[in-house]
C-alpha cells in the first residue's frame, strides 16, 4: 500500500538584529531538499544580499550569505511529504558507530555511557537509547550563556552539562555510539500533526 502524504507550506525568515551597522554578518538556513520522500514547489528565496546555495554530499542542501549589518533572508515553498520507512545500508550503521572529532569514542567516554545504561538496568538497544536519553535530557541545561556551547563537543557538554541542541546531541550519539548503538545528527523542519 502507498504511504500517506502530506502537503504543507512553509515560510521561513531568518533575522539578524543588534549588529554594528556595515558589520558583516554570515547567515546560513537550511534549503529543503528533493528526493524520493518530498517534492518541493514554488521555492522561493529573497535576500538583500547575493546567496549561494550549495549541497553536501549526502544531499543536504544550504544556503549562505553575508549580510552587512541587520536584516533578513526570506524563504518559502509547499512541500509534499511521503510516509517512508528506510533500513540504513550496512555503510550507514558503520558510519554511525564511528567516532567524530569532537565526539571521541575513548575510554572515558565508554566508562560514562556504561554508568548510565547499568543505572538503568537497560539491557536492549531500545533499552540504553531511552536510558541515555532520560539521563541526558535530566543533567543537561539548555543554556546558551558563556563560551564553548553550540559545537557538538562531547566534552564541553560533559563538563558543563549546558548548552544548545547541538551539545545534547554530542552526549547522546557518544555514549549510543560508545553502546554499540549506530547514532547521527538529524534536524528539520517539524511539521505539526
Known amino acids: 500500500q502507498p504511504g500517506k502524504t502530506r502537503h504543507v507550506a512553509v ?7 543588534d549588529v554594528t551597522p556595515g558589520e558583516a554578518v554570515h547567515l546560513w538556513l537550511t534549503v529543503p531538499r528533493y528526493d524520493a520522500s518530498q517534492t518541493i514547489r ?3 528565496l529573497e535576500s538583500p544580499e547575493t546567496y549561494q546555495v550549495a549541497a553536501s554530499p549526502d544531499g543536504n542542501r544550504m544556503l549562505h550569505t553575508v549580510l552587512k ?3 533578513s533572508v526570506r524563504m518559502s515553498f509547499e512541500a509534499e511529504r511521503r510516509e517512508h520507512r528506510s533500513l540504513p545500508s550496512r555503510e550507514d550503521v558503520s558510519r554511525y558507530l564511528q567516532p567524530d ?3 571521541p569514542l575513548d575510554g ?3 566508562a560514562w555511557a556504561k554508568e548510565v545504561v547499568t543505572a538503568a538496568k ?4 531500545m533499552e540504553m537509547a531511552r536510558a541515555i536519553y532520560n539521563h541526558v535530557v535530566a543533567t543537561v541545561k539548555y543554556d546558551k550563556s558563556g563560551k564553548g556551547w553550540g559545537r557538538g563537543d562531547i566534552y564541553y557538554a ?6 544548545n541542541c547541538t551539545d545534547f546531541h554530542a552526549i547522546f550519539i557518544g555514549y549510543a555510539r560508545a553502546m554499540g548503538i ?3 545528527f538529524a534536524i528539520g523542519y517539524p511539521i505539526p500533526r
Open 122 to 125: 537497560a539491557k536492549t538497544d
Open 69 to 71: 549589518g541587520a536584516g
Open 182 to 184: 549506530p547514532a547521527r
Open 108 to 110: 572515558q567516554i565508554r
Open 11 to 17: 515560510e521561513y525568515t531568518g533575522v539578524v538584529r
Open 101 to 103: 572529532r569532537l565526539v
Open 158 to 163: 560533559c563538563d558543563t552539562r549546558r548548552g
Open 42 to 44: 514554488n521555492l522561493k
